[in-house]
């Protein structure tokens, strides 16, 4: 009914009017403005609905974002650490606007109580904790720690789906859950961008498959725990048991690890990754490292071999494998923007946290080869550590913490030849590290990403001295692939 001129607009015809109204103006639009979305959620919260009608302009709301949210998400992967402002003021928008969503589809939730029809339990529940899920991808994708109470909520979405079960100890399946349990036990600091995508990617094909349980399951390993009253991504059971008393639940990675070794294996024996159905990356060096991570982390998440013992001193910094083997071949070509100055906060024989104080950390990057060296170390002219970065977080853009893997004690600079290459003209910057007993027997060499193939393991490497030295030798095996770096085991080549 129309308002008279003496009659006060209905508030909530007024507002359901300016939701659809938008909704309309904004459907087939190519341009998303998360600002502008936000605004609607914020009047469909204010606004008294029964609770279908709110699930159903919600539904219409989520399907403007959800055509574009991928593309969204694209825009913010590679943006390196730490973010620019533009950017992450970009990536705080979409994260509250996916807190939003899943207010609005909690809030469906309990005013639906138990009038609910099971699909449309399902669906509240799955769309909560997709948003849920996102709005911690994209933190992983960007470095930075995940928001207060996301995983606490997303726990939630477990409870209510056991206390909603029409049998007790099923629960409704909620499929964006599992890959959120799945991508965190991943480690998801530990890889780039472009590898996170993947192991997303990974990750949702096969999460459906995830079995948690108020019993501990039979396996041996791959077992974690969660305790949903605690703001916490799953445990480990092999590095931290839970306490008594609580009610936590349990489930297995098993699987997933010995499918990714699975795959890991089919891919180097010649096999491509569309005819297994995974993403392009899984035949780069880049995605074999990924595969070989996801193998360990979800079937091994073994303890600390070392303590980390607290620190507060300095330390200088030079990334990437180019830097590296000038610094380490002509150190006086070396520029004063080539090194960056961190607080190394905690260590432990095979690594560090640092957190940057000043100099150009731009070039820092996840999977990189570094080399460090203390200001205690730098004052006596000691040789530089060579290192992983094996994670990054970065809360702002002054703010920047990476985790180190110390590979050797020291690096020598050699250019590397394949004979078997004729347009190889010995330009390939590599170095050689030497071995470690009794963690490794033989020496290692460090070399670009994909320098290497399976036809090209017999390798020259001339190294520069006093004079010139040419070591013929042959690349066993692979022990570290990143998108950046990969390492081989080598031995002499007398043939």
């Known amino acids: 009914m129309a308002d008279t ?12 009017r300016l939701i659809l ?29 029964p609770p279908r009608q709110s699930l159903k302009l919600l539904e219409m709301l989520f399907a403007c974002l959800s055509t574009r949210l991928e593309e969204q998400i694209t825009q913010f992967a590679g943006a390196g650490i730490p973010l620019a402002r533009r950017i992450r003021q970009q990536v705080n928008t979409l994260q509250d606007v996916l807190e939003d969503f899943a207010l609005g589809y909690e809030g469906v939730l309990s005013a639906l109580s138990g009038e609910a029809q099971a699909s449309e339990l399902e669906l ?13 991808y994209i933190s992983y994708l960007v470095a930075a720690p995940a928001g207060l109470g996301i995983w606490q909520r997303l726990h939630g979405t477990y409870l209510r789906s056991l206390e909603m079960s029409p049998e007790p100890g099923h629960p ?33 094909q096969r999460a ?3 079995n948690i349980s108020a019993r501990l399951p039979a396996e041996t390993g791959g077992l974690f725990w ?35 070794g699975i795959h890991l294996a089919a891919l180097s ?41 607290r620190q507060s001193h300095r330390g200088t910094l030079v990334a990437g494998l180019e830097r590296l083997w000038r610094m380490l071949q002509t150190p006086e070509a070396m520029a004063e923007e080539d090194f960056s100055q961190w607080m190394i906060t905690n260590e432990s024989p095979d690594g560090y946290a640092l957190m940057h104080l000043h100099g150009k950390a731009g070039r820092i990057r996840v999977g990189d080869i570094v080399a460090l060296r203390t200001d205690a170390e730098l004052a006596s002219n000691e040789r530089w550590q060579i290192c992983l970065v094996r994670w990054a977080l970065s809360e702002n853009p002054e703010h920047i913490e990476i985790g180190l893997q110390v590979l050797a004690p020291e690096a020598t600079p050699a250019l590397l030849a394949i004979p078997s290459d004729p347009g190889n003209q010995g330009r390939t910057s590599a170095l050689i590290l030497p071995e470690l007993p009794p963690l490794r027997n033989e020496p290692v060499l460090v070399v670009p990403a994909g320098a290497i193939t399976d036809q090209s393991r ?17 690349a066993l095996e692979v022990s570290e692939q990143t998108g950046r770096v990969e390492v081989f085991t080598i031995e002499a080549d007398a043939s």
């Open 5 to 16: 001129p003496n009659s006060k607009p209905d508030p909530t015809d007024r507002n359901v």
């Open 21 to 49: 109204t938008w909704l309309a103006t904004h459907r087939d639009s190519t341009e998303l403005e998360l600002e502008e979305l936000g605004t609607q959620l914020d009047t469909l919260r204010e606004t008294p609905l």
């Open 124 to 136: 509240s529940l799955e769309r909560t904790a997709f948003c849920l899920h996102k709005h911690l």
């Open 172 to 204: 409704r399946p909620i499929t964006a859950y599992g890959e959120a349990l799945l991508l965190a036990c991943a480690q998801p600091a530990s890889f780039s961008s472009q590898e996170l995508a993947f192991v997303a990617e990974y990750v949702r």
């Open 208 to 210: 459906g498959t995830l």
């Open 226 to 260: 969660i305790d949903p009253s605690r703001d916490f991504p799953a445990f480990a059971l092999a590095r931290r048991a839970p306490p008594p008393d609580y009610k936590v639940y349990y489930f297995s990675c098993l699987a997933m690890a010995e499918q990714a």
């Open 269 to 309: 024996a010649g096999q491509k990754a569309r005819e297994l159905q995974l993403p392009a990356l899984a035949d780069t060096p880049a995605g074999k490292g990924t595969l070989r991570r996801l193998a360990s982390f979800w079937g091994n998440p073994g303890k600390r071999r070392f303590p980390r013992r």
């Open 458 to 474: 017999k390798l020259l490497l001339l190294i520069q001295k006093a004079n010139l030295e040419i070591r013929q030798v042959r």
